[in-house]
């Protein structure tokens, strides 16, 4: 980022620290922020798809395929590779080293790579002794591990949270050995940001120890559960442990209800209501999907334009549930230009009709708006009511004028 931007960045943090807009909890740090993801990251993931089977091809392919299918120009651009693509070991000078069979070129190589496309490079470590995987953890190595990252080029760190003391357990741990979560994260937060290159850094503690509450002065975004898995039931009770989050993020910091799992195996209207839940709440919009063979239906979902436009809306103001009655709920989300974003869900197993209005949904004032429905591109005019017949488990989802 040039020195100005850098430099505009930080002055409208701290105008919206002042205000008050944003604030940690009493009692932390001051917010360290580091002038990145003003918009909620847009991206890929490996994970989901390929577990701990990321490989260098795997990751330069993907990135010719968000190229090649327009998701990078869509906004996508951050190729994050996830656990498990390290050596057993550090080498004797105690620093981390890729694994020699599925990274033979090493890291800074597939950095240029991904970098000469336009895109960015993320990669995963623990704030831990071990990885969930059983990798190196960065406990006590944070410095080295933050310097060796910088020096690859990579841009983002998403950093995950077992084996989390001396003698713990993969996800658990008991006898006071857990080193205290925030001292963790704040250790690989400075580490980063002393390393003076821009890395968005990615907390990912599954929301527990209320992190919502202090993730702001700590990271720019964190997980608010545990692991999302490919199916409606799962995708829905993210969205129910999340959607009442909203107060916690805006510019620089935010929510992560997980990576999204379009084209994994729920139904054609369940991504698509991902997709829309996900923008709504203002959720970074990573891809946790096969992108090298993804099929058409599932890349239309990823680079809706108008769905993208409310994610990323500069305001970055997420979208309240403004009713949620038996399984019927309705959303509205505040947009830069006056415009506001509005969800009508139905949770349930049977087509239903969804009513809210414009009063509802913050908008008084005119005699008339006019409602745009994002998926099908119709456009209508209403006095107030804003009604739709909605599919089980579906979205419409209108941009109100
Ligand atoms: C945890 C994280 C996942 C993934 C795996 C890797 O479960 O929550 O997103 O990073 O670890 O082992």
């Known amino acids: 980022m040039p020195r ?49 089977d990321v490989t260098d091809a795997l990751v330069r392919q993907t990135a010719d395929r968000m190229v090649a299918s327009g998701m990078r120009d869509a906004g996508y651009l951050y190729v994050n590779i996830d656990d498990a693509w390290m050596a057993d070991s ?54 080295q591990d933050a310097d060796l990252f910088a020096s690859w080029g990579v841009d983002y760190v998403k950093y995950d949270n077992c084996y989390a003391g001396p003698g713990c357990a993969q996800t658990s741990c008991t006898g006071g050995n857990e080193v205290p979560v925030k001292q963790r994260y704040a250790a690989m937060r400075d580490a980063l940001v002393r390393t003076g290159r821009p890395i968005v850094f990615s907390i990912c503690n599954w929301g527990t120890d209320a992190v919502w509450t202090w993730g702001s002065g700590y990271g720019n975004l964190w997980r608010t559960t545990a692991d ?52 709504e709440m203002a959720a970074p919009l990573i891809s946790g999907s096969d992108l090298v063979g993804a099929s058409p239906a599932t890349l239309a979902v990823l680079t809706d334009a108008d769905v993208i436009a409310v994610d990323q809306d500069s305001l970055g103001r997420p979208g309240l549930e403004v009713s949620a009655d038996g399984g019927l709920d309705v959303l509205a989300r505040p947009l830069s230009n ?64």
């Open 228 to 279: 999302i898995t490919p199916t409606y039931a799962s995708m829905l009770s993210i969205f129910h442990a999340s959607v009442g989050l909203v107060g916690y993020a805006g510019p620089g910091g935010w929510n992560d209800p997980d990576m999204l799992e379009i084209g994994n195996g729920m139904t054609a209207t369940e991504d698509r209501t991902e997709f829309s839940l996900w923008a």
């Open 4 to 52: 100005a931007a850098w430099a505009a960045a930080v002055v409208v943090l701290l105008i919206a620290a002042l205000l008050g807009l944003r604030s940690a909890a009493a009692g932390d740090p001051p917010l360290v922020h580091n002038g990145l993801a003003t918009t909620p990251p847009m991206g890929w993931n490996d994970y989901n798809a390929y577990g701990l």
């Open 90 to 143: 550090r080498d004797r000078a105690g620093n981390l080293r890729p694994d020699a069979a599925r990274f033979p070129y090493g890291i800074k190589a597939l950095a240029d790579y991904v970098h000469a496309k336009g895109l960015r490079l993320g990669i995963y470590e623990d704030a831990g002794v071990k990885t969930c995987g059983g990798k190196p953890g960065s406990l006590g190595h944070e410095q």
């Open 338 to 401: 006056g415009d506001v974003a509005v969800v009508l869900f139905n949770e349930t197993g049977t087509a239903a009709t969804l009513t809210t209005s414009a009063s509802r949904i913050g908008k008084t004032g005119a005699t008339g708006y006019s409602l745009r429905d994002l998926w099908s591109g119709a456009t209508s005019i209403t006095t107030g009511t804003i009604s739709a017949v909605v599919p089980a488990h579906g979205v419409v989802m209108y941009r109100v004028t």
